[in-house]
Every structure is written in structure tokens, then in C-alpha cells.
């Protein structure tokens, strides 16, 4: 059984930052990619951003490149989505996810976790 356990969710204002993080066993940790993906209302669920289980390979959305930076800990088997510079646009349920690639495509992951709120407004 795969667990991914997400925390960090909040309120911010327009230009502040979060810090989203996902811990996971560290079989699951060792294995699979990890990622991060959002859903606002109406909105199918969008990739964020991912990173190899090897060598930290990383890939970000267009739309986050350069504001959002994700990161892993080895020795705490958690990843970490760093957000600066958020925008009211950001706003959604931010989910955890477990691959075996870097794909974007939301379907072709294996394992989700049960998401957290992520609010941008003043």
C-alpha cells in the first residue's frame, strides 16, 4: 500500500510564498518519481512539476518555471514544492503523485495523495 501524505497547504497573499510537502515510505520514496500536480474548480487536474527517484531530474509547467521549485530529501523519503511569487491564478488543490516517468499526463501516474488546499488572495 502506497501512502503519500501532503502538508503545507494554506492562505497567502498575491507575491508570498508556501512551502507544499509530501512524505511517503521510502521504498515508495527510492522507486518511484515524484510530482505535483493542481485542480481548481471546473479545471481538470494540471502537472506542476515532477523529479527523478535517480539524480533529481527535474520538470516544471511552463506556467510555474522559475517561481515554483521542487526538491527532495533522501534522508526524510519527502518531496517539497517550494511556490515564491504566487498568483491568484495558483489557486487550487495542490495533489502528490508517484510515477514511474516525467510525464504530464495526470493518468499516467501510479499513486496520488489526498491534496491540500492552496489559496492566493488578498
Known amino acids: 500500500q502506497v501512502q503519500l501524505v501532503e502538508s503545507g497547504g494554506g492562505l497567502v497573499q498575491p507575491g508570498g510564498s508556501l512551502r507544499l510537502s509530501c512524505a511517503t515510505s521510502?521504498?515508495?520514496?527510492?522507486?518511484?518519481?515524484m510530482g505535483w500536480f493542481r485542480q481548481a474548480p471546473g479545471e481538470e487536474r494540471e502537472f506542476v512539476a515532477a523529479?527523478?527517484?535517480?539524480?533529481?531530474?527535474?520538470r516544471y509547467a511552463d506556467s510555474v518555471k522559475g517561481r515554483f521549485t521542487i526538491s527532495r530529501d533522501n534522508a526524510k523519503n519527502t518531496v517539497y514544492l517550494q511556490m515564491d511569487s504566487l498568483k491568484p491564478e495558483d489557486t487550487a488543490v495542490y495533489y502528490c503523485?508517484?510515477?514511474?516517468?516525467?510525464?504530464?499526463?495526470?493518468?499516467?501516474?501510479?499513486?496520488w495523495g489526498q491534496g491540500t488546499q492552496v489559496t492566493v488572495s488578498s
Open positions: 503523485a508517484a510515477g514511474q516517468a516525467l510525464t504530464t499526463a495526470s493518468t499516467q501516474w501510479d499513486y
Open positions: 523529479i527523478t527517484s535517480s539524480f533529481g531530474l527535474t
Open positions: 521510502r521504498r515508495t520514496f527510492s522507486t518511484y518519481a
